[in-house]
């Protein structure tokens, strides 16, 4: 009922940076947490980044510094900005939604975006 729709990912080379979108789509009362997530082949999928509907940002200790995340409450987007991007960033990367529904607004369900591949590399 509500898709997460993800782009800005691609090709970068080592040390330029990277813009990923994603945009709640659907029925829904209102966007509670947002967020960003990477899975590399074979590895356990791990958090990026994610921020409250009130725009309080929370990062992986690893993340802090090099990835900045922020969003549009108005166009119901996130964003996720990746500077002086690394080899070892290469990954999918997941948009993540947790919303109020719209049909029991009392309730919360959280969505998943089908992926972005980021690849760094010269």
């Known amino acids: 009922q509500v898709q997460l729709v993800e782009s800005g990912g691609g090709l970068v080379q080592p040390g330029r940076s990277l813009r990923l979108s994603c945009t709640a789509r659907?029925?829904?009362?209102?966007?509670?947490?947002m967020g960003w997530y990477r899975q590399v082949p074979g590895q356990q999928r791990e958090l990026v980044a994610r921020?409250?509907?009130?725009?309080?940002?929370n990062y992986l200790d690893s993340m802090k510094g090099r990835f900045t995340i922020s969003r549009d409450n108005a166009k119901n987007t996130v964003h996720l900005q990746g500077d002086n991007l690394k080899p070892e960033d290469t990954a999918v990367y997941y948009c993540?939604?947790?919303?109020?529904?719209?049909?029991?607004?009392?309730?919360?369900?959280?969505?998943w975006g089908q992926g972005t591949q980021v690849t760094v590399s010269s």
């Open positions: 659907g029925r829904f009362f209102s966007i509670d947490t």
């Open positions: 921020i409250s509907a009130t725009n309080v940002p």
């Open positions: 993540n939604a947790v919303v109020r529904r719209s049909d029991l607004f009392t309730a919360r369900t959280e969505y």
